[in-house]
């Protein structure tokens, strides 16, 4: 996959973990971006590429900034809008998201990212059911 997916990839996961605020240690990018390396086999050039891949490629644009051992994005809104089209190329997982709002409802940190989300399915004409909004 390309690194717009990667970059996205990582920005949903440390909107998981840490929120999109928050900061990602490298060791856990790493972590998420090894198995989207599919073009080495499983081992030291995986992993080394999964380490370089956000230093290298993506601090250098002034997207995702390292400082010591973490990684974070420049402005939060660049990991929220990016964790949103993470979401919106996976429809599986945006429709769980939608199901699991009433955890991350009250949570401020996923206001923004569920925002933006609506706006990428709307800008893709993309059809969520109003089933799964009534569950909210």
């Known amino acids: 996959m390309g690194g717009d997916h990667k970059v996205r990839l990582l920005a949903l996961e440390m909107c998981k ?16 971006l090894a ?16 380490r370089d891949f956000p230093l290298e490629g993506q601090t250098g644009s002034g997207v995702i900034v390292g400082s ?3 990684l974070e994005f420049w402005h939060p809104t660049f990991g929220e809008a990016l964790a949103a089209q ?6 599986s997982q945006a429709s769980d998201l939608l199901f699991e709002i ?15 989300l609506a706006g990428e399915l709307s800008q893709r004409e993309t059809l ?9």
């Open 102 to 116: 009433k955890t991350f409802y009250d949570d401020q940190r996923w206001r923004e990212v569920i925002l933006l």
């Open 86 to 91: 993470a979401l919106a190329d996976d429809p």
């Open 17 to 32: 973990r840490v929120g999109p605020r928050g900061e990602f240690e490298q060791d856990d990018a790493v972590a998420v």
């Open 68 to 70: 010591g051992s973490g």
């Open 35 to 50: 198995d989207d390396f599919q073009q080495f086999a499983h081992g030291p050039k995986r992993t080394a590429a999964a």
């Open 128 to 136: 969520v059911s109003t089933n799964s909004w009534r569950t909210c």
